[in-house]
């Protein structure tokens, strides 16, 4: 809408004579008049004569410099509403930032926090280690004596039973009955 005039200035038009003017451009239909208003519906900067006479005839017209004043005005408001919708931006992507610092962190914390725990379970559980198998060692000593001690019981009840078996052995043998009965 905003792009009035430029390419309605004739080729030659003496822009700089119309300084004074909002719009400065000459009417394309009727080249010897200033395009001083605005044609709302064709977008288009017209001469007085043209809503009156002209191709823009009964069409709503506005002047040309408040026209180009409202627009400028619009223009500012969306640039204000840019700036803000910008800064709104930058401080959410600052806030999701600081979220992402802040979780990194976190993580490593909670990484060096797990380290250390469970550090401390493998000691322990080495501690709980090397104590079951000390138990298991001392039980196995205990249990082994006790099984030599049997060894040696049985031995010994073997020994009593060889020297028996060979004395019974020797009786037997004895012909004499004389002998035999009082051994
Ligand atoms: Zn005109
Ligand atoms: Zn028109």
Redesign the pocket.
Known sequence: MAGAGAPHRPPGAPGAAEAEDACGWRCPEHSDRVAELF?R??G?CVCALCPLLG??RG?PVGLAREEAARVQKLTQHYLRQLATKKQQQVGNRNQIEDAAEKLQAHAESSKIWLAGKFTELRLLLDEEEALAKKFIDKNTQLTLQAYREQIKSCEDQIDVLNRLSDRVCSISQESDPVQLLQT
């Open positions: 044609c519906r064709c288009r191709a823009h069409h």
